[in-house]
């Protein structure tokens, strides 16, 4: 016999995944539009598959806890996928309002999450905040603040 093809099985354990949490049709749009920014698990990549079933998985974990059980399994987080509430957050927060210091004084034109996305890519080689290691966050919010001294822009901790 064959082994079924891994969209069709991704495909099958989040319905599965889905029906255990006891997620209705419209929460699991909501969910699967937050964690991949796809309504549909058909038109998921298969990374995206994955993401969607860590995430499930996790949710499965959380409300077995809550019951005071164990879980039947505790996903791990890839270090390079970062949640929302990780410490890289309060870095990401100080690199924006370097940025915003350097827009309100008019030496960068565009204020926006995107400008900086751009300038931390040239800065890196790395498309996105959260797939910065320490060691890369640390230089972009140190190059912001050298950028600062340079044109004579105020910073929180200068004034």
């Not at 019951?67 to 970062?82: L, M, N, V």
Request: glycine share 4%.
């Amino acid at each position: 016999m064959s082994k079924p093809a891994p969209r069709q099985s991704h495909l099958a354990a989040i319905h599965m995944a889905q029906k255990a949490l006891g997620i209705s049709a419209d929460d699991a749009i909501s969910i699967k539009l937050h964690v991949t920014g796809k309504a549909s698990a058909a038109d998921m990549s298969a990374p995206q598959r994955q993401m969607y079933l860590a995430h499930l998985s996790g949710l499965q974990a959380s409300q077995a806890l809550a019951r005071g059980e164990k879980p039947a399994y505790t996903p791990q987080r890839a270090p390079q996928h970062r949640a929302i509430d990780d410490d890289q957050d309060e870095r990401w927060s100080k690199a924006r309002a370097l940025w915003g210091a350097l827009a309100t004084a008019g030496v960068v034109r565009t204020n926006t999450d995107a400008a900086l996305m751009a300038y931390v890519k040239r800065q890196t080689k790395v498309d996105a905040w959260r797939f910065l290691n320490s060691h890369q966050v640390n230089t972009v919010i140190e190059a912001l603040k050298r950028w600062c001294r340079r044109t004579d822009v105020p910073t929180e901790a200068t004034k």
